[in-house]
């Protein structure tokens, strides 16, 4: 199926695809700083540049757009109407890096929370509700130590 956008507005379209400062992550850091947490955002010397961190306490936390991360991929695949080859292999692609991110920060002993962009419209308190009860956990294990 030919994509129904011209070359030119499909461009337009892909340029306001913002990759930091989504509403997702808007609404999860208003939320936080409500909240009195101090974070860093799009940290890009952590692996993945998470877009909310905890630097010292090592928490990263992700918002998930549903389209860009494959939110429920075996079926919304079949949804892709034009330019499967390229868009399947693209979601693939990121599904498996973040996957690999995951891993390698877990293995440094980082606590990755990632939230899907629908799970933060419809629950952003409850989203910072399991971000709050991580950051408390965390500072309490290391006053411990």
């Known amino acids: 199926m030919a994509d129904k956008l011209t070359p030119e507005q499909r461009r337009?379209?892909?340029?306001n695809v913002r990759n930091k400062d989504s509403e997702i992550?808007?609404?999860?850091r208003?939320?936080?700083?409500?909240?009195?947490?101090?974070?860093r955002k799009n940290v890009k010397s952590i692996i993945?540049?998470?877009?909310?961190a905890f630097k010292g306490l090592k928490i990263a936390v992700f918002c998930d757009s549903e389209f860009w991360h494959g939110y429920d991929w075996?079926?919304?695949?079949?949804?892709?109407?034009?330019?499967?080859d390229f868009w399947i292999a693209k979601i693939e692609q990121?599904?498996?890096?973040?996957?690999?991110?995951?891993?390698?920060?877990?293995?440094?002993?980082w606590i990755i929370l990632?939230?899907?962009?629908?799970?933060?419209?419809?629950?952003?308190?409850?989203?910072?509700?399991?971000?709050?009860?991580?950051?408390?956990?965390?500072?309490?294990?290391?006053?411990?130590?």
Not at 48 to 52: A, L, S
Not at 74 to 84: A, G, L
Not at 94 to 109: A, C, E, H, T
């Open 12 to 15: 337009k379209n892909m340029q």
């Open 25 to 28: 992550e808007l609404l999860l």
């Open 30 to 39: 208003m939320e936080l700083r409500a909240r009195g947490l101090h974070y």
């Open 48 to 52: 993945g540049c998470p877009d909310i």
């Open 74 to 84: 075996e079926n919304r695949k079949n949804d892709i109407k034009s330019n499967r």
């Open 94 to 109: 990121n599904i498996m890096r973040d996957k690999k991110v995951n891993s390698i920060l877990k293995s440094d002993g």
């Open 114 to 145: 990632r939230f899907w962009g629908n799970e933060i419209k419809k629950n952003v308190s409850g989203c910072a509700d399991i971000i709050e009860e991580n950051v408390k956990e965390r500072k309490n294990a290391l006053q411990n130590n």
